[in-house]
């Protein structure tokens, strides 16, 4: 299964979550919904990332963060990559 499909798989798992209201009773749209998935630490992962440490906005580190932590502006993240797959991972967030 290719990263696409396994995002795929994802993206409509949350979609049949939300139609069948499982979340609760507050309105998400399909937009804001695929925009937190594919800003999640989950996505990277899937790509095979080895994600060693999360720094939060206010400094906090988190060591093997949760696949659900969502990336925000100014966070910082410490991965075992190629300097040239860390630039690529840094124009997409």
Request: zero cysteines.
């Amino acid at each position: 299964m290719t990263i696409y499909s396994k995002l795929k798989y994802l993206e409509t798992l949350l979609l049949v979550i939300l139609t069948v209201g499982i979340i609760g009773h507050k309105t998400i749209s399909r937009v804001s919904l695929i925009d937190a998935l594919y800003k999640t630490i989950i996505v990277i992962a899937l790509a095979g990332w080895s994600i060693i440490e999360f720094k939060t906005l206010v400094g906090a580190f988190v060591i093997n963060p949760d696949v659900a932590t969502i990336l925000k502006p100014q966070s910082k993240l410490i991965v075992h990559r190629q300097p040239t797959q860390i630039l690529k991972l840094q124009q997409i967030f």
